[in-house]
């Protein structure tokens, strides 16, 4: 019975992760590259802007998201998403609050 939980919780979370990385580039385009994981509980990603890890992830914090500094010693913001604390529907908003977060960084 937990091996059939597990499989279904792998399934939904690998939805919800290709879900997430379709927003992410049909929003931000070439500003994002999408990063491979082990795991489909989290969307990694590289965005295109000068500005730290850090800074960015203090910046989306502020809008309401709250993100996962995935490697602070890159020139680009490296972050990652969970998408087991967000729910299916409210991905798109993360997206679109995420955007403010971009143009803070022009």
């Known amino acids: 019975h937990l091996n059939s939980q597990i499989k279904k919780s792998r399934k ?3 939805q919800k ?3 997430l990385a379709d927003l992410l580039v049909e929003k931000f385009g070439g500003k994002v590259e999408i990063l ?3 795991s489909p509980l989290y969307i990694k990603c590289k965005f295109n802007v ?3 890890t850090k800074e960015f992830c203090n910046r989306a914090e502020k809008e309401g998201i709250l993100l996962i500094p995935a490697n602070e ?3 680009f913001p490296e972050i990652a998403f ?3 604390t ?5 991905l798109e908003n993360s997206v679109i609050l995420l955007e403010k977060v971009m143009k803070s960084c022009e």
Do not use: F, P
């Open 12 to 14: 939904i979370y690998a």
């Open 86 to 90: 967000v729910g299916q529907k409210s």
């Open 73 to 75: 010693k890159n020139e």
């Open 82 to 84: 969970s998408v087991a």
């Open 50 to 52: 000068k500005l730290s």
């Open 36 to 38: 491979k994981t082990n």
């Open 17 to 19: 992760s290709k879900i």
